[in-house]
DNA sequence: CAGATTTGAGCGGGAGGAACACAAACCCTG
DNA sequence: CAGGGTTTGTGTTCCTCCCGCTCAAATCTG
């Protein structure tokens, strides 16, 4: 019930706009705010005053295009006045990184996670220690906005805890809070779904940006999906919306690593896709990149098991499609280096279980950010209290005059 | 780009907000108000005096219920200050109805629609004519905010054009503009899913009141959902969201009207039910009748039929539970009545068939309001405009002075 | 009936953007 | 190279809108 609004909150969403297209869409001129937020020149310059007095923003002289007129100075983020410290738990790998305003990644690294190596409190020690290996090193507290974790399991977005994590073995984990009490920040510790981190990272950054109605589909041995709604990731009541892995696709199918059967991970997951080539279901990676290069090389046993695995793909796909209304498809993980092997049958298949109409909207495509999507949107994530109320936390430090200048 | 936000936003926003709070909370207190929005009293009695002003409001002596402190006068919205006409085209009905701020019905009627009377342009006329058998008559043109219609097909939502709509044989109708030109009326038609409109009328005034994240799912010869996310419809790209009735269920399934096959609908609609319980898949509205009388009466078949139907129901929502999360899930249509029977079949479906942390947390409940639901939700859709701007139509009429009283 | 409590009434103040006038910086033309 | 046209920054004034405060009104309690 905070419905009220007052002056304050005009200000805020004011700076909020500006921050947001500048994080956005890059550097613009102060002019081409005006035009983009039909503020006045005025407005423009008190709020852009306010953030270059806060240290969240620059004025530099203009890029001159040879237009009559004054020209009107560059309004650029400053990348390192505000960072996310994003973390991600993949199958197989640990990463960290640190991304500053403008989505400008100050710096990554990469570590092996060996299978097996499950324990939470040694995942969160390895994370921690990920920071000091940094090219940069850990950044100064002060500067952090939030910390992003990206994690691939069923997670209450409220506080972080991990209700299950199949990959992990993982039930009932409380991430966030473990994350948090081993950094001893004084920032908030956000934990999400990978595939909904992935879909908010292709938004802002990859192969979805610019369009507000996405679905993504990450697929590796399990089958995750995040959407956006009119730009907003869609998080369900609790944060665990998306689990479209577990879809009951065939009957009565084989039993499934959540308990049921019949989902649809147990068909276009990677065990699937292994098995009709002629692999173990649990051949893991080194077994996927044999299918890949064997399609590579014209095996057709490759071909023929990508194509299937394609078609599962685009049955269940059309569902989604009538379902949702997306404008874009995006597809990750796995299932982006199938699309050039499956697109004719993921199209087939998809025709023929969609209505024409939402059909005829959308666009499938396979993600461009790669491994690291949903690295990336948890920091999209972690950013997100600046961008929101960019004189909360920062601008307000000394309580800057406003108009220092003159 | 209209992100810039200026001094009247807020006023607009506040005005919206109490607007909003009494059409959807019924009247209240202004000392109410001011909890319920967290503004001061001098604003809400400057807001509410606006509002009375403009004549959208009155306020009444308080309801004094023998607390201390000087009693807090009632504000109510004035149900006839401005209205919303609404239409729907049922399988085998028209109706219309006005309803007026607070959702107060002020008038409904019915009529029949004769199977294969399906020509658009008499189903237009019909609509219209029915306007002239409401008790209260055809509303002053004046205080009408938008007309809107509920049509049980795949609806683009920026003009209202009918992509396909299976029970009255339609492709490509502009109902919207059709309509719109046979009222000759200078307020916009709104033509919506019916399942979309369903799920906003259990919000605001029926099973789903004071819950946010729903899925509606109507069944009948289709089935049709229904989606709220965060108190607000989901649309997709187009307006197309929500054709859950086509996700394929089951493989290969019998032909579906849409020219797929294994359709969730063919397998859970009326005509899957009719069969099971021994008639023809045509039998219509009879036929279901009679499956439930014969289930009232003990009858096995029936009782078996509605069983299966719930399983099959319930497999598919699982699914459903898994990708959106919702807090509770309507059942509509035929799924209302089923629900008796079938409750336990559909929940042993669900709890095998979706994740441990979402299905805790959802609910299902058979819907309250019966087949008027897509017209009270269409009613519901017309009002918007005035709830979300009260000023903007209606209390700058005049420019009426803000505070005419002392 | 007196005190406590809650809320309305009314006034002054502050925050924040709009509107306007003017100056600055660029382009183009002759 | 000088002057006009154009676009945009600068600075002041004005308007809108909510907050905060004080006082008065209306109710309950004892």
Do not use: K
């Not at 192969?207 to 369900?236: K, N, Q, R, T």
């Not at 077994?287 to 194509?307: H, N, Y």
């Amino acid at each position: 019930m905070d419905l009220g609004q007052r002056s304050e909150t005009v200000r805020r969403a004011n700076l909020s706009a500006i921050v947001h297209t500048l994080h956005e869409d890059g550097p613009q001129s102060r002019s081409d705010l005006v035009a983009r937020t039909g503020l006045t020149r005025s407005a423009i310059r008190a709020l852009v005053g306010e953030l270059t007095a806060s240290g969240l923003a620059t004025e530099d002289r203009a890029v001159h295009l040879g237009r009559p007129g004054r020209p009107s100075p560059e309004v650029s983020l400053v990348a390192d006045a505000a960072v996310a410290v994003s973390f991600s738990i993949g199958v197989d790998s640990l990463s960290a990184a640190i991304v500053g305003l403008g989505g400008v990644v100050l710096g990554v690294v990469h570590a092996d996670r060996p299978r097996g190596h499950d324990f939470v409190r040694s995942i969160v020690d390895d994370l921690v220690t990920l920071l000091d290996r940094l090219p940069a090193g850990r950044p100064a507290e002060d500067v952090v906005v939030a910390v992003g974790v990206a994690v691939a399991g069923v997670v209450r977005s409220r506080d972080g805890l991990v209700e299950t994590a199949p990959n992990l073995g993982w039930t009932g984990v409380p991430l966030g809070a473990l994350l948090a009490a081993r950094l001893d920040w004084s920032v908030p510790v956000i934990v999400r779904n990978e595939a909904d981190l992935g879909v908010l990272a292709e938004h802002r950054r990859g192969a979805a940006v610019g369009i507000d109605d996405v679905l993504y589909i990450h697929g590796e041995v399990g089958v995750g999906g995040g959407l956006l709604v009119d730009g907003h990731p869609l998080s369900g009541a609790a944060g665990y919306a998306g689990e479209i892995g577990h879809f009951p696709a065939v009957r009565p199918g084989i039993p499934c690593r959540c308990g049921s059967s019949g989902c649809w991970e147990t068909v276009v997951g990677a065990g699937a896709l292994l098995e009709r080539a002629g692999f173990p279901r649990d051949a893991g990676a080194q077994g996927i990149e044999r299918v890949f290069a064997g399609a590579a090389a014209g095996d057709a046993t490759a071909l023929a098991a990508l194509e299937a695995t394609g078609r599962e793909l685009g049955i269940v796909l059309g569902g989604f499609v009538n379902s949702f209304n997306p404008r874009l498809v995006v597809l990750g993980g796995l299932f982006s280096q199938l699309y050039p092997y499956a697109q004719d049958a993921i199209w087939a298949e998809l025709e023929h279980h969609s209505l024409p109409a939402p059909r005829a909207l959308v666009r499938v495509v396979p993600a461009t950010l790669g491994g690291d999507a949903p690295l990336l949107g948890a920091a999209e994530v972690a950013l997100e209290p600046v961008l929101a109320d960019p004189a909360g936390r920062f601008g307000s430090r000394v309580g800057v005059p406003v108009l220092a200048s003159a």
